[in-house]
């Protein structure tokens, strides 16, 4: 009998590798230069074609790569204009390609390729792609655009040509080298790179046949001025109403104190930040001193404009706000340190793209900038074209999700982007569920992570890379499409099998191999997931209503 199987598995082995080897040898000897050069367009040039076998170690600017399949990798320079240009890396898998394309986005100002997604990507089979955004600056410096000052085209290939022209070429680049066409396009992105994915649905439907984008920085003419409003309620750091790291600590104890119950499980996960009518004044101080453990009087007026929707002339509405249970984040967002009060966060947009003025203050953020921002709309970056019917028409999907204790991009800002998508197509007569479908995934952070042991983890854009372990990708044991979701995308893409719900798993330590903590279902908006009774660590306790 085992001498049957043994036999057997030895004429399966045999029969794989014969059609793999040829094929892979001719792959791998393509990869070269002299290959790929007459499939350039003029404006593009060659930087490098090599192949990386397993044992090759690939040295990227954040983080190196070893043991994944082989590949072929290229960089290539595009020029732009006469005074742009943006670089892409593209790697192909020789042997082990799905038919199928992935481009990754990025994060915040950002010039970097995105290898960290592309390591994991290239792990699923996918021919993958990503794009510097018109310049170089390191993931380190998110928060700087100096860059885009006297620079209108880079901040156009910032805003969506650098992409748009990456995936084109790169898709050339991939047709040639395997000699087949790609059956299916798809694209995953988060925060920046969430923008950059609904960007790319609204002005270039044929793109991508399906779009993962998380914690979208969409609306960018609101939303980065708003970064410096809420960096400056908080300001100046010796002012009675400064709010200090400590404070966050304790006011995120006491959101949990009063949240978390809302739900119906005390588990230290706020379903709905939304929901809880939080009152600060339970941590008012209640006499003489300024303790570091309570907020006087000007401190919880701070945090009601932090916290608070900008709304500003006539009642314009400007940008929603932060869920409560994002204080971890919320910390980081609107606590300068001494030495900058002269370039609080969020100062780069206005400064950098909008007025172009190095020496722009601060101070003069008022609603003219938002009216100059709305009408410049620099690099053409805002991704508010709601009408997206062509997208919908190609048989694109959207999926699209943002985590509830976000505290660097308020999750409502998703909602409204849902709801106006909505009222855009709705009275067309579109069925938005159809193609689009939204996910909130509580206590999750900006894009990955989470406080208080929530699932977050569904293999999304920036967050393989958040797990320990060697060449993670996508959700270890749970290689399907409930759990992962850009298997999800595929399924809807490929199967037409929409997601009615997905599950979000917390591995022990973030650390796959240590096993699973804890999974839990997430539902699409407006649904939620309902606590039905058992294990609150286990998806089955959980029900969409
Ligand atoms: C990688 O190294 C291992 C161990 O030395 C070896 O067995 C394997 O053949 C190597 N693979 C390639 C593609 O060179
Ligand atoms: C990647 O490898 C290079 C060259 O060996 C080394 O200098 C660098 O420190 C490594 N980077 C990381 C993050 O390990
Ligand atoms: C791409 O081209 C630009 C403009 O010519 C140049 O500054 C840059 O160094 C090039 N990048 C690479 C990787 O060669
Ligand atoms: C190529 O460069 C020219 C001028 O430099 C520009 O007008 C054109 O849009 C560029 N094409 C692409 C594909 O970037
Ligand atoms: C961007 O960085 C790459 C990789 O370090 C480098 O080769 C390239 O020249 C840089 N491009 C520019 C425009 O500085
Ligand atoms: C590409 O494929 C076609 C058949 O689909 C074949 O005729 C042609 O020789 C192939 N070209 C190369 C370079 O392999
Ligand atoms: C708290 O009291 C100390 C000592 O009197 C003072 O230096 C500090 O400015 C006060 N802080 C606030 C926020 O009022
Ligand atoms: C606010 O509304 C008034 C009355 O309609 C109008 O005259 C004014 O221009 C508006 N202001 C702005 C900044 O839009
Ligand atoms: C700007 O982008 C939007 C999509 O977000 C698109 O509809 C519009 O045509 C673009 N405008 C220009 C001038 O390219
Ligand atoms: C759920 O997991 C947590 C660890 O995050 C554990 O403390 C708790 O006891 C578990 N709850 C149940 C009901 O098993």
């Not at 399906?210 to 300001?235: E, F, M, P, R």
């Not at 943002?402 to 982007?417: C, K, L, Q, R, V």
């Amino acid at each position: 009998m085992s001498f049957i199987i043994f036999s057997c598995t030895i004429a399966v082995m045999k029969a794989h590798i014969l059609s793999l080897l040829p094929a892979s040898l001719a792959l791998a000897s393509r990869c070269d230069p002299s290959f790929f050069t007459p499939y350039l367009s003029s404006n593009a040039s060659l930087v490098y074609a090599r192949t990386f076998t397993e044992n090759d170690t690939f040295v990227g600017p954040m983080n190196n790569y070893t043991g994944l399949p082989e590949y072929c990798a290229l960089y290539v320079n595009v020029s732009s204009s006469p005074v742009s240009s943006y670089e892409f890396g593209l790697w192909l898998p020789t042997t082990t390609w799905n038919k199928r394309y992935m481009a990754y986005g990025n994060g915040g100002f950002t010039g970097q390729i995105a290898f960290d997604d592309m390591a994991p990507g290239l792990n699923y089979g996918f021919a993958v792609v990503s794009t510097n955004t018109g310049h170089n600056s390191s993931v380190r410096e998110a928060g700087d655009a100096a860059w885009a000052l006297d620079n209108p085209e880079t901040r156009t290939d910032w805003g969506w040509r650098a992409l748009h022209g990456s995936v084109e070429l790169g898709k050339t680049l991939t047709q040639a080298f395997y000699n087949a066409s790609i059956d299916y396009s798809y694209y995953a992105g988060c925060s920046t790179g969430g923008r950059q994915g609904l960007k790319s649905v609204q002005m270039f439907p044929e793109d991508f046949d399906g779009v993962l984008a998380g914690a979208c920085a969409w609306w960018t003419t609101h939303q980065q001025n708003w970064d410096l409003k809420i960096a400056l309620d908080n300001l100046p750091n010796d002012g009675p109403g400064h709010i200090t790291s400590d404070l966050m600590d304790v006011l995120a104890t006491e959101v949990l104190k009063q949240c978390d119950i809302a739900d119906g499980v005390k588990d230290n996960i706020i379903m709905d930040g939304y929901a809880c009518e939080f009152r600060p004044e339970t941590l008012l101080c209640d006499g003489t001193s300024n303790s570091s453990s309570c907020f006087n009087a000007a401190q919880i007026k701070t945090l009601y404009k932090v916290y608070g929707d900008w709304v500003d002339t006539n009642q314009t509405f400007i940008f929603p706000s932060f869920a409560w249970g994002s204080e971890a984040q919320v910390s980081q967002m609107i606590i300068t340190s001494d030495d900058q009060v002269d370039s609080p966060s969020g100062i780069a947009y206005p400064r950098d793209f909008v007025y172009n003025n190095p020496t722009w203050a601060a101070e003069d953020l008022d609603y003219g900038t938002i009216a100059l921002s709305d009408a410049l709309d620099p690099g053409n970056a805002t991704a508010a074209a709601f009408d997206i019917r062509l997208f919908a028409a190609r048989g694109g999907k959207l999926l699209h999700y943002h985590g509830f204790a976000d505290g660097e991009i308020p999750t409502s800002s998703s909602i409204y982007y849902y709801k106006q998508t909505l009222a855009t197509l709705k009275p067309l007569g579109v069925d938005v569920d159809s193609f689009y479908r939204f996910f909130l995934i509580p206590g999750m952070q900006h894009c990955t992570g989470s406080v208080h042991n929530a699932p977050w983890y569904i293999a999304a854009a920036n967050q393989a890379g958040s797990l320990a372990g060697n060449n993670v990708y996508g959700v270890p044991g749970f290689r399907d499409r409930r759990h992962d979701a850009v298997l999800a995308l595929m399924g809807w893409v490929e199967d037409g099998i929409a997601p009615g719900s997905l599950v979000a798993t917390k591995f022990v330590d973030d650390t796959p191999a240590l096993g699973v903590l804890a999974q839990r279902t997430l539902c699409p908006y407006p649904a939620v997931a309902r606590y039905v009774g058992g294990d609150w660590n286990v998806t089955e306790s959980f029900r969409c209503e």
